[in-house]
């Protein structure tokens, strides 16, 4: 997989996706100060390279999970943006009816059985998902993304210990952006994630910020486990561009972001008017096209009716 | 869909002729189970071993869907889950609740919550095994039932059988079901026999019996309680109608509620720790909803407000047992 000719029609995809989840978020950002979207947000910008080079290779069928920075595999696993907005603005017709809120989204159509904003106990899922894949012989994938941060906790070591043990073939997917909230990695973690995970499974390092690189790596781990039965772990250090929660930058001295030679879309789009894959008016037209699909999203959420207080206690 | 031939009576046949243990019941429940429905597996600390789980996975018919696991708690139920949400019907042993602790970020945060989240898109066909017990000096780490403590959640079914019948009827059940159940199993019954008819049935998860009839106080007991309860009231032949809810959540209410109508006296024998317990939530019930039946003060037989003693010196004060039930349905019958 990792030997794909980068085509128009793929890199035209990874931008689209990158794009769709940049400009979804800068949305949010100009929204959000108006306190219509009534729900804590974890924003991805900067890391977009990661759900992207990692679900261009899923199917609907497949199945991801990840922790409470969730809008970026939501959307690159193929949740409609309609269906976040309203999500977000606490609306019926958002993905889980104003239920969940940012943190917890759900599509199953679209292998997204729910998502998490307890840092850690999600790693578990993806296993667990993997390991039906395995018991059912089914020709479905399972996802487990996680942060540096989730790294700490003991499910992490439990999971991998399990899937290795057992052979279960799932995915793990660190997105090492190097802060736990507000805490740098070597506050918060003594070892290096990537060479004690080696002693249980393959690892796969790729450039968080390189949607090329996140998903050539991804492809080679993937093939791993199709051969091998075994699970692998893909390591992406990535950039956090804006706080831990909330819309404004991140400020840590110790996380100096360079939003040019960090930036995964602006990385993509370099690679891809050298090689004539696409023009700036391309670009452009691209960028116009999501604007409105976002203002379609916004129109939309905003139309849709608030949850009722009959509906408070049900699916319990 | 395998067990939609299970919906159409919620009557379990009559007990044949057949006597098997507790245990064993539990163990044809899960072999049944697995047998009816390939999604169906179980996980856990010794699951695989031969003798495992006291004897409840012996000789199962489906071995290869019995994954014994590391000492992995929280992890190994989130597998679960995952296997659950993913389509599979995991059955997820705790060899003792003490253990099953481990794991309350999973069963709190997640199993409880999933279905709510995300507006029953997503279903939590999962049972949860947990194993109860006591006595030997086992002390305040093995010896705990916490059966209160689940039912505290919102989104959790809470299961606690006292006899054969119950226990394999209630597994079934589930199993069948689509929401998140923890099955309580005391290991003091394992051992106790009955009727258990040898077809797969279920029981309604929510529904009591009456034990024993009775006018003049009603006794609610659960699991070992009612074993306990039930030789009190017949060994002393007392008028106390004898209540066994099987299900700490959803409560079987209105069975209370009727009973307490008619006798007027309400005691409540958890084998539980006592502040917001399960005992403390029946006297909430008939408080609210039957208080002006009620000729007494409503009353609890608990575990002390303390952890287990090792001494048996000791375990003999802290638990109740018939003696101790007899004595104190006496003293509320002779209040008259």
Known sequence: MSGDTLTPELSRRLLRKLREIRQFEERIISIYPTDVMVTPVHLHIGQEAVPVGVCDHLRPHDVIFFGHRTHGFALAKGMAMRSLMAELYGRTTGCAQGFGGSMHLVDPANGLLGSSALVGGSIALGVGAALAAKLEKRDQWAVSCFGDGAADSGVFWESINFAALKSVPVLFVCEDNALSNVMRKQDHLFADIVAVAENFMNVWRADGTDVLSVRAAAGEALAHIRASGKPALLWCPAKRWMKHQGVEADNLPFNPVDRTGDCPIRKLEQVMLAKGLITQAGIDQMTGEIEGQIDAAVTYARQSPFPTPAMLATEV | ?336
């Not at chain 2, 997820?92 to 995300?118: E, G, P």
């Not at chain 2, 309580?184 to 024993?212: A, D, F, S």
């Not at chain 2, 700490?248 to 069975?255: A, M, Q, S, V």
Request: hydrophobic letters at 45%.
């Open chain 2, 1 to 336: 869909m395998p067990w939609s031939r299970f919906d159409q009576s919620q009557a379990a046949p009559d007990g044949s002729g057949r006597i098997l243990t507790f245990k064993d019941a539990i163990r044809e429940a899960i072999d049944q189970a697995m047998i009816n429905d390939s999604r169906v597996f179980a996980i856990g600390l010794d699951a695989d071993d031969k003798f495992g789980v006291f004897g409840s996975m012996f000789n199962l018919t489906h071995p290869e869907r019995v994954i014994g696991t590391p000492i992995s708690e929280n992890a190994i139920t989130g597998v679960a889950l995952g296997a659950a949400l993913n389509g599979l019907r995991p059955i997820c042993i705790h060899l003792r609740v003490d253990f099953m602790v481990l794991a309350m970020d999973q069963i709190v945060n997640y199993i409880a919550k999933w279905r709510y989240m995300t507006r029953g898109q997503v279903k939590v066909p999962i049972v949860l095994r947990a194993v109860i017990g006591r006595g030997w000096g086992c002390g305040a780490q093995h010896s705990q039932s916490l059966g209160g403590f689940f039912a505290h959640i919102p989104g959790l079914k809470v299961v606690m059988p006292s006899n054969p019948y119950d226990a394999k009827g209630l597994f079934l059940a589930a199993v069948k079901d689509d929401w998140p159940v923890i099955f309580i199993e005391h290991r003091w019954l394992y051992k106790n026999t009955g009727p258990v008819p040898e077809e797969m049935y279920v029981l309604p998860l929510g529904k009591g019996r009456v034990v024993l009839p009775g006018s003049q106080l009603t006794v609610v007991a659960t699991s070992l309680a009612v074993v306990d309860a039930f030789n009190a009231i017949s060994g002393h032949s007392l008028d106390a109608e004898l209540i066994d809810p099987r299900c700490l959540k959803p409560l079987d209410e209105e069975l209370i509620l009727a009973s307490v109508r008619k006798t007027g006296r309400l005691l409540v024998v958890d084998y539980d720790f006592p502040a917001c317990g399960f005992a403390a939530e029946v006297c909430a019930v008939v408080a609210e909803k039957a208080a002006h039946h009620l000729q007494r003060p409503v009353q609890r037989m608990t575990f002390p407000e303390s952890p287990m003693p090792a001494s048996g010196v000791l375990e003999k004060v802290y638990y109740p047992d018939p003696d101790t039930i007899a004595a104190r349905i006496k003293s509320i019958l002779n209040e008259t």
